[in-house]
C-alpha cells in the first residue's frame, strides 16, 4: 500500500527558510515533487525531480527553492529558502508510479505560512 507521509511545516518571517520532506512507501517511483495551493488560488508545480533528469522548478521559486531525491529512502526534501509572502500555501507532496499504468499519489499537505 502506498504511502506519503510530509513534515516540515510551519510558521516564518519573510526571508525566512523551511526544510519539507515527503517519505513515500510501498512501491517504486519514477518522480516525486511538490505542489502547493493558496487560498483562492489553483494548485500548482512548485518543483519535481525525476529518475535520469535534472529537476524542474516553477518560475516564482527558481533560484531560492531546490528539491533532492534520496532514493534509497523514497523520500524527496524541499528547501525553501529567501520565503516570501506569496510562498504562503498548503504544500503537497507528489509522487508517480509508473508500471503498465501512471499513477499519481498524493500527501495529505502541510501548511507553510510566511507572516511578518
Known amino acids: 500500500q502506498v504511502q506519503l507521509v510530509e513534515s516540515g511545516g510551519g510558521l516564518v518571517q519573510p526571508g525566512g527558510s523551511l526544510r519539507l520532506s515527503c517519505a513515500a512507501s510501498?512501491?517504486?517511483?519514477?518522480?516525486m515533487g511538490w505542489y502547493r495551493q493558496a487560498p483562492g488560488k489553483q494548485r500548482e508545480l512548485v518543483a519535481v525531480?525525476?529518475?535520469?533528469?535534472?529537476?524542474s522548478y516553477a518560475d516564482s521559486v527558481k533560484g531560492r527553492f531546490t528539491i533532492s531525491r534520496d532514493n534509497s529512502k523514497n523520500t524527496v526534501y524541499l528547501h525553501m529558502n529567501s520565503l516570501k509572502l506569496e510562498d504562503t500555501a498548503v504544500y503537497y507532496c507528489?509522487?508517480?508510479?509508473?508500471?503498465?499504468?501512471?499513477?499519481?499519489?498524493w500527501g495529505q499537505g502541510t501548511q507553510v505560512t510566511v507572516s511578518s
Open positions: 507528489n509522487a508517480r508510479v509508473l508500471n503498465s499504468k501512471v499513477t499519481d499519489y
Open positions: 525531480i525525476i529518475i535520469n533528469y535534472l529537476p
Open positions: 510501498g512501491s517504486s517511483f519514477v518522480a
